[in-house]
């Protein structure tokens, strides 16, 4: 086992004496690679601060909302929404973002909130008819006569049936004959 180990690594030897590393001629020098620079800092950039705001009021579907919202430009946020509930009280959300996370306070106003002029139904006025309920006795009628009605039994026979005529089959069938084959002993 030592000995294939010893040729293993001899052939191993030969094969990597055959390849030199190449030669630069001398007006061809070996490229030259600089350190690598340290990352660059991370580009800072001017604080833009904003705000905005919307709102809608819309008749058709009762869609009513508004937000409106500022930052700094710091990361500092503060704004605040609202809307209009099912049950016709208003949802308001005061919120601010900042370094100490995100914070929300939320009130509830009872009441009407929509403010576009909705619709005023009033009650449908009392029914009074304008003449008096007719006055009826109750019908008079006798009970109806019923009696059953007459009919006699059907008058019918009984079926008769005859055996159906038929014949055998014009072919006979004989079973076949069995011979069995001898036995021979080995």
């Known amino acids: 086992m030592a000995a294939k180990i010893i040729i293993f690594a001899a052939c191993v030897a030969t094969t990597l004496a055959q390849y030199a590393a190449p ?5 061809h ?6 350190a690598p620079k340290a990352y660059a800092p991370e580009p800072t950039y001017a604080p833009k601060p904003y705000s905005f705001e919307y709102s809608v009021n819309d008749p058709h579907t009762y869609d009513v909302h508004s937000q409106s919202e500022h930052s700094d430009g710091y990361g500092n946020v503060k704004g605040t929404y609202s809307l209009l509930e099912a049950d016709g009280s208003t949802r308001v959300v005061d919120y601010t973002a900042d370094s100490y996370g995100f914070n ?3 009130k509830k106003i009872e009441g009407h909130g929509y403010s576009a002029s909705a619709p005023a139904y009033k009650s449908a006025p009392a029914y009074k008819p304008a003449y008096s309920a007719p006055a009826y006795s109750a019908p008079a009628y006798s ?4 009696s059953a ?3 006699s039994a059907p008058a019918y026979s009984a079926p008769a049936y005859s055996a159906p005529a038929y014949s055998a089959p014009a072919h006979s069938y004989a079973a076949p004959a069995y011979k069995p084959a001898p036995y021979k002993a080995y």
């Open 23 to 27: 030669a630069y001629p001398s007006h």
């Open 29 to 34: 020098a070996a490229p030259a690679y600089s």
């Open 104 to 106: 929300a306070e939320v």
């Open 143 to 146: 009970a109806p006569a019923y």
């Open 149 to 151: 009605p007459a009919y």
